[in-house]
C-alpha cells in the first residue's frame, strides 16, 4: 500500500523547482548567474565567512594566549592613571618574564571604601576573591581598611614567613599587623611602602600610606618578592 506523504512531495517539488533553475542558469549570461547568486546565496555566503573568522580568531587566541600568569597584582584606592602600563611592563623586563608564554598585569581599577560602599566596591571584592581563589592573584596593594579586610579572610601570608633574611631585614620596621582570620591575634600581613620610589614614580597614592601583601595561595610568589624588589629601584 502507497503511504501518502505531504512532505515528500513538497520535497520534491523543491527539488524539481531546483533543477528548474539550474538548467535555466545554465546557458544564462554571467551578469545574470552574478544576480542569482547575490538573491538567494550572497547572504550564506558572508554569513558563513563570519562565523569561520570567528571561529579561527577564537581558536588562535587560545592557542597563541600565554599558558599561565606570571605575576598578578591589585591596587586598591590608587588614584594614578589607572590605564599606565609602565609599572609593569618595566616589572615584565626586570624579571625577564616571556610574556608570549605567561601573562603578567597590574590591575588599578580596584576600590574600597568602608564608609561608601557602592556596586563597584562588591564587585570589585567579589573579583578579587575568585582571582585568590584559583592561584593568579599574587599581591594586593591598598590602604589599611583594604589589608584589614582580606587579613580577615586569611588571604595574607605571614611576611616573616616569606620574606628573604635580607629583605626582613630591611623591612622589620615598616611591617604592618591585622588580625587573621576569627583570631585576635595580630600578624604581619603587610609592609608600608610609601617610601617606594618606581611606586611614585608611575602611580599615586596621595594622602594614603600604601601597604603591600602578598597573597596566600600565590602561585607565583617568588616573582611577587621580586616586584618588591623591584619597587625600591631607584
Request: net charge negative; with cysteine; hydrophobic share 40%.
Amino acid at each position: 500500500m502507497k503511504v501518502y506523504n505531504k512532505n515528500r512531495d513538497q520535497n520534491n517539488s523543491m527539488h524539481d523547482e531546483i533543477r528548474e533553475q539550474n538548467a535555466k542558469l545554465k546557458d544564462a549570461p554571467f551578469k545574470d548567474k552574478l544576480a542569482y547568486f547575490k538573491e538567494y546565496y550572497l547572504k550564506t555566503v558572508i554569513l558563513v565567512a563570519v562565523v569561520v573568522i570567528f571561529l579561527g580568531h577564537l581558536v588562535y587566541t587560545m592557542i597563541s594566549a600565554p599558558t599561565d600568569t606570571a605575576f598578578a597584582a591589585f591596587f586598591y584606592n590608587d588614584f594614578g592613571d589607572s590605564s599606565s602600563t609602565e609599572l609593569i611592563d618595566g616589572f615584565v623586563a626586570y624579571q625577564n618574564i616571556d610574556t608570549k608564554k605567561h601573562s603578567a598585569y597590574i590591575d588599578m581599577t580596584m576600590d574600597y571604601f568602608l564608609d561608601s560602599a557602592t556596586q563597584e566596591t562588591y564587585m570589585a571584592l567579589q573579583k578579587s576573591m575568585a582571582v585568590i581563589a584559583t592561584g593568579e592573584l599574587d599581591i594586593i596593594v591598598g590602604d589599611t581598611s583594604t589589608i584589614d579586610y582580606f587579613s580577615k579572610g586569611e588571604c595574607f601570608h605571614d611576611i616573616t614567613e616569606v620574606l628573604p633574611e635580607d629583605l626582613l631585614a630591611l623591612f622589620e620596621d615598616k611591617l604592618y599587623y591585622a588580625k587573621f582570620g576569627e583570631s585576635e591575634e595580630l600578624i604581619p600581613v603587610g609592609i608600608y611602602v610609601t617610601d617606594a620610589p618606581k611606586l611614585y614614580q608611575y602611580y599615586g597614592y596621595a594622602g594614603v600610606e600604601p601597604i603591600l601583601s602578598f597573597v596566600i595561595n600565590s602561585n607565583s610568589i617568588d616573582n611577587a618578592i621580586s616586584f618588591l624588589r623591584y619597587l625600591y629601584i631607584e
